[in-house]
């Protein structure tokens, strides 16, 4: 994350990924750092991962609700130990949609709410559709939408009437963006199935292994049908410089060699949009344009910038006969807020040899509730609801701003063993962490030094 200047003010940029991927109900890899850039610079901060045809027969459905399904865990094991949490996933049987961000802006993002809607055979089980997240982060009104649209050649028509229904029908209980358009910044991607029309398969494949990508665009379905739809133009997108991601042979880079030898496509797309102070113009509408500024409400005072930095396929990935897709795109931004909304401080010196104590203060008025809770975390921890011990907020009255309240944690609920340790302010209205401590030291306990037991790090390597 950088501060720079920006028109207006001081503002923030921040680094989002995004990776879109039809499995085709491939069981997880051991290894997907290649897809996630871990080691890029500078840093990212937040990561959206939308996945199409996770395994989702009924019985592995059923499964998956009373545990994270596979594919999850595979995510949330690489990214906890670099620092990120899972902030709220969303699945619809084979649709699935996961949000992780540094720990650092779990507090300032807000609001989280989920939503899906099937649009397959007639909308049963599930089978097409769209999931969907919708949070603000610092302020600024965020949606992302991970789609699933109609197969085969002929229904480029019916996939731009089933997103319209997706538009129109997806809600959200939140007064100022009810809709999915009404958010200042939507991103919309996944499996959208759209094919390269006219062109035969000699044609198109001695394009691609000549590197001619380009004599393909005009013929892409989803490029000729933002042409004709208005509503579609307010979308952008960076350039297919990279090869069509459909069909291929599985565990291959080779095009599908089956009987029926499906003529390659751009089936999986990442873009977006910036929410527009009117309908644009024709004029408008600049296909080379890879960065957008919001000029909706607040844009003087408070600006928000996407500008797309990648746009490729990872081919190394064969698994599926769909090659995943990553964005990696630059939030700049001004916040609207850079204070959490609780404060909490760990007092004096804790290790289960005795009960500890913590603090704390309410910083600004919220929908607080007396189900809200304090959940003790080692540093590391993959997701919210991934606490070592949690204690319930004040019960019998809600606080008053900037009063200072007091909680004891039993000492048989904490750690034995030292580590670092982070607390969280969990808000039920708000779906959300809205207030962390500063990272401390957990001491090793008398207990733990009798019994033997070793510390081990949050990879489970012994210290």
């Not at 939503?115 to 302020?139: H, L, P, Q």
């Not at 960076?238 to 029926?260: C, E, H, I, M, V």
């Not at 700049?332 to 203060?361: C, H, I, M």
């Not at 670092?420 to 962390?436: D, H």
């Amino acid at each position: 994350m950088s501060t720079e200047r920006f028109t207006s003010g001081w503002t923030d940029k921040h680094r989002l990924h995004m990776v879109t991927w039809n499995v085709a109900t491939a069981e997880p890899l051991e290894d997907v750092a290649s897809l996630l850039q871990l080691n890029d610079q500078p840093s990212i901060d937040l990561y959206v991962i939308g996945l199409q045809e996770v395994n989702a027969t009924p019985v592995r459905f059923i499964s998956d609700l009373i545990a994270e399904d596979s594919w999850s865990h595979l995510f949330m094991d690489t990214l906890g130990p670099k620092g990120f949490v899972k902030v709220t996933s969303v699945r619809m049987q084979g649709l699935l949609l996961l949000v992780f961000a540094k720990m650092m802006h779990l507090p300032f993002i807000r609001n989280i709410q989920t939503t899906y809607t099937r649009t397959g055979i007639f909308g049963y089980w599930g089978n097409k559709g769209a999931v969907s997240v919708r949070f603000s982060f610092y302020g600024h009104m965020m949606c992302f939408l991970n789609c699933h649209l109609a197969a085969h050649m002929h229904n480029a028509l019916q996939r731009v009437d089933e997103f319209e229904y997706i538009l129109e029908t997806q809600d959200f209980d939140i007064f100022d963006t009810p809709h999915v358009l009404d958010h200042k910044v939507v991103f919309w991607f996944g499996d959208l199935n759209f094919r390269i029309e006219d062109h035969g398969l000699h044609f198109v494949r001695s394009s691609i292994n000549g590197g001619r990508l380009n004599l393909l665009w005009s013929k892409d379905q989803l490029i000729m049908m933002k042409k004709k739809e208005p509503f579609l133009q307010e979308f952008d997108e960076g350039p297919l410089n990279f090869k069509p991601t459909y069909k291929f042979d599985r565990k291959a880079d080779s095009y599908d060699s089956s009987g029926k030898k499906r003529k390659p496509a751009w089936t999986d797309r990442i873009l977006w949009r910036i929410k527009p102070k009117s309908l644009p113009s024709e004029e408008d509408d600049d296909d080379d344009e890879k960065a957008s500024t919001s000029p909706d409400d607040g844009q003087e005072e408070y600006p928000i910038m996407v500008t797309q930095n990648t746009y490729t396929s990872v081919m190394s990935y064969g698994v599926s006969d769909h090659k995943p897709v990553i964005g990696n795109f630059t939030l700049e931004l001004r916040k609207y807020f850079d204070t959490q909304l609780v404060d909490l401080t760990p007092v004096g010196e804790w290790s289960a040899d005795q009960n500890a104590l913590l603090t704390y203060t309410i910083l600004e008025d919220f929908m607080s509730s007396t189900w809200d809770w304090i959940g003790l975390y080692k540093v590391g921890f993959k997701s919210a609801s991934d606490y070592e011990t949690f204690v319930w907020v004040r019960e019998n009255e809600l606080p008053e701003v900037n009063e200072v309240i007091e909680k004891s944690v039993v000492k048989d609920d904490l750690p034995l063993l030292s580590g670092e340790y982070v607390l969280g302010y969990y808000s039920t209205n708000l779906n959300s962490i809205v207030g962390l401590s500063d990272n401390f030291q957990i001491l090793e306990s008398k207990r733990a030094a009798m019994e033997g037991l070793v510390s081990k790090d949050i990879n489970g390597i012994d210290k």
